[in-house]
């Protein structure tokens, strides 16, 4: 069987049709209006999720310019804070509903209504003001998963700052670096965090790392340890500029096309790239991006279970999940600790019916064990959604019969600030693995190397192809750079540099990154497709599949695996079925079998590093995301071996 045989059978997944329990015709017939407003014209669509929202100032055109250079409702005035939190409160059916229900990794919760959470938002922004932040400045927020990051993100909304996230397991020097590409004015930061049972202390990174980030002229310490720490010079007490505040700030009406925040990307570059999205584009899209991926109804819990840092969190948590006045699950810790129930703990204690993550948590459940979820029923559980890595048909299959919900699979980037294409929850069919089709308001194509369109089941480079209005706007002080990552290769269309290929039923299946396509003996191999062969094997909980350097073929695949019990034989059973199901010339050089695999906290795998592990003995590029250090020194031990 040749590659092209494998990617066959990798998109030969059946449909399966979505129960009557789990359909809603009120969705359907919603979605089937807004899929003909898409039909007819996209900004036609895009008029119609304006109108969810609340306006300062009425718009006038949906849409100017194309890919590269457009803008969204002109002439327009909102404000994201105002859609996400005042206007709840605002309402007295509403206002007392909960908006945060957050639980500590030591196990402290805390419940905040939507009035509380408004006169939090206000009061902060209040402070913030009073330290001189403007519209248009921006402010660093470096801490994980607490109350005070969706305070501190929509504080920033309602007066105009630009917010940026800094990953809560940064250290000095990544802290440093995004501080100085930013410019920060001000940082909102925890003295310490929880993880993993530890205090980690962020205070003291930010600390060491203002000797390199001069534009920093105020800290705000939010005390979430209790230990009351000194401050000093320029740092401010969280609690106390909330008091010393009730006047509030008055909304800032913005243009939505105005920034609104950055993200910095990781990856092999040494200078961090600053993505930016705007005002109205992320709010109305991360909206509609929740509406149909979630479905939220009222009375429900939305746990999106992933990392602040991840653009995720923001998309499905602080803004679109807040902009339908939904009750958001959030939790400061590790998914494992103390015990491996802490999942299920956390589902069942807040009766969470909606839950978000990547597809490796999905892989770390299956892990722990059939008896561990049968021990832990999740009765008010109806959904889960997955994005973030793709989803191999095994997992999909394990969670489906395990928790008894669809399990919907998105696709979506940083740079494109949302999810685009998935099965609408509650509306269309499944397939094992595949991103379902785009929902109203995008378009796609994939394309050969010379940008000409390739038929069903011919795999190519994936694109974008219309303007929408989540898509980054351009990079931090380098437009230029904006232009020739994303548009210079396929002028007039967006390149994710992923490959991609569509099934016969029309279903969009994302194998991932252009640059893990590897080239062996003048073959064409994606590593998904080893990795998806490497899953079936019954021993096999998780996998990985990286490209190496040969001087015969030029490049040979390596393949990482988890186990669950003895791990005896498994390389050489993994190879043979690799050998037999795809080809001799796909057959992994090597198998190692590695009780941890480099991830970031959100549950990506790090491929590259692994891959400089296995040509250099450690990791040589930018290390910032990952969630556990020492899983590096796990992996060199493997590779050793």
Known sequence: ??????????????????????????????????????DADPDDYWA??????????????????????????????INVADNCVDRWADDPATAQRPAIVWEGEPGDTR????????????????????????????????????VEAFTAIHACNKIGAIYTVLFSG???????????????????????????????????????????????????????????????????????????????????????????????????????????????????????????????????VYWVAADVGWLTFPIQAVIGGLAHGSTIACYEGALDTPSPSRFYDVCARHGVTQVLCAPTVLRMLRKFGDDLAAAHPLERLALITVQGEPLDGETFTWASETFGVPIVNAYGQTETGSTWTYPVTGVDDLKAGSAGTPVPGHAFAVVDDDGAEVPAGVKGNLVMTRPFPTLARTVWDDHERYLSTYFGRFPG?????????????GHLWVLGRADDVINVAAHRLSTMEIEAVVGTHPRVVEAAVVGIPDATKGTVPVAFVTVTGDADGVPDEVRTLVGDTIGGLARPDRVIVTAAMPKTRTGKIMRRLMREVLLHGEARSDTSALEDPGSLDTLATAVRA
């Not at 993505?275 to 109804?297: D, I, K, M, R, Y």
């Not at 269309?493 to 039923?505: I, K, P, S, W």
């Open 48 to 77: 119609w999720v304006a109108g969810q929202h609340r306006w300062l100032t009425p718009w006038d055109t949906v849409r100017s310019g194309e890919l590269g250079d457009f803008r969204y409702f002109s002439g327009g005035r």
């Open 1 to 38: 069987m040749d590659s092209s045989d494998t990617l066959g059978a990798l998109i030969s997944a059946p449909l399966i049709p979505l129960p009557d329990r789990w359909r809603s015709a009120e969705r359907a017939e919603e979605l089937a209006a807004c899929r003909a407003l898409h």
């Open 493 to 505: 269309r967006y390149a994710t540099n992923d490959e991609a290929v569509v099934d016969a039923d």
């Open 111 to 146: 419940t905040l209504t939507y009035a509380e959470l408004a006169d939090e938002v206000d009061r902060l922004a209040g402070g913030l003001r009073s330290l001189g932040v403007s519209p248009g400045d921006v402010v660093a927020v470096y801490m994980p998963n607490l």
């Open 170 to 300: 940064f250290g000095r020097d990544a802290v440093a670096s995004r501080l100085s590409a930013a410019r920060a004015k001000a940082v909102v930061v925890a003295d310490g965090i929880y993880r993993r049972g530890k205090v980690v202390e962020l205070l003291e990174t930010l600390r060491a790392a203002r000797s390199d980030a001069p534009t920093v002229e105020h800290v705000v310490v939010v005390d979430r340890t209790g230990r009351d720490l000194p401050l000093s010079g320029d740092e401010v007490s969280y609690a106390q500029l909330l008091a010393d505040h009730p006047e509030g700030a008055a909304t800032v009406a913005l243009d939505p096309n105005e920034a609104a925040f950055l993200i910095f990307t990781s990856g092999t570059e040494s200078r961090p790239k600053g993505v930016v999205h705007s005002v109205g584009g992320f709010l109305l899209g991360t909206w509609a991006n929740v509406h149909w991926q979630a479905g939220p109804a009222e009375g429900d």
